[in-house]
């Protein structure tokens, strides 16, 4: 059963770009026909589909984050990354990655998410 | 972006009842259709996709309906575990959820 796993610094300064990754064990990132995705929840607000990167390394971007955010792949390291660039407070939430599977996209697995604030 | 509109925005019930969450889009979105059950300081998990196939592993009280723009997410027995947020998600062009239903204990 494939496993997510969240890491990165939990506190970011305004203005500089918030960096985590997702580690995934029990399979291989390229191994099958996944999108792998991050999502985040606010404090105090719903979830945030924020976007994905398919196995090819293809990607689809929120518009809400697109000027902003960069997700990549290392299947070398079996892991994916988010870059999320220029922060501010209202990015301070709970991040989370997930696998998208089936022909619907369905997030079907999770990590247990990261909390990043945004601080000087 | 497709924005999906949920209602109610909170519920009280008991164990016991039967209740039933309603998703809007406003195209038709054939079965792209996912609902999540979240609870704090949980990740969220996965319970309907593609409208109303059941995730392996989910309970039989939960079940999912729709027909291209309006979706139901039913809870046929409220068990003490089920009181949690509830979010649909729409796939059919990039992906967004609903604001959310917080269903609670009355």
């Known amino acids: 059963q494939v496993q997510l796993q969240e890491s990165g610094p939990g506190r970011v300064k305004p203005s500089q770009t918030l960096s985590l990754t997702c580690t995934v064990s029990?399979?291989?990132?390229?191994?099958?026909?996944?999108?792998w995705s991050w999502i985040r929840q606010p404090a105090g607000k719903g979830l945030e589909w924020i976007g994905r990167?398919?196995?090819?390394?293809?990607?689809n971007y929120s518009p809400s984050f697109k000027s902003r955010v960069t997700i990549s792949l290392d299947a070398s390291k079996n892991q994916f990354s988010l870059n999320l660039r220029s922060v501010t407070g209202a990015d301070t939430a709970v991040y989370y990655c997930?696998?998208?599977?089936?022909?619907?996209?369905?997030?079907?697995?999770w990590g247990q998410g990261t909390l990043v604030t945004v601080s000087s | 972006d497709i924005l999906m509109t949920q209602s109610p925005s909170s519920l009280s019930a008991s164990v016991g009842d039967r209740v039933t969450i309603s998703c809007r889009a406003p195209?038709?979105?054939?079965?792209?259709l996912n609902w999540y059950q979240h609870r704090p300081g949980k990740a969220p998990r996965l319970l309907i996709y593609g409208e109303s196939s059941l995730q392996s592993g989910v309970p039989s009280r939960f079940s999912g309906s729709g027909s291209g723009t309006d979706f139901n997410l039913t809870v046929s027995s409220l068990q003490p575990e089920d009181f949690a947020t509830y979010y649909c998600q729409q796939t059919y062009s990039t992906p967004t959820f609903g604001q959310g239903t917080r269903l609670e204990i009355k």
């Open positions: 029990g399979g291989s990132i390229t191994g099958g026909r996944y999108y």
């Open positions: 997930a696998r998208d599977a089936g022909y619907t996209s369905y997030s079907d697995s």
């Open positions: 195209e038709h979105i054939s079965n792209y």
């Open positions: 990167i398919y196995t090819s390394g293809s990607t």
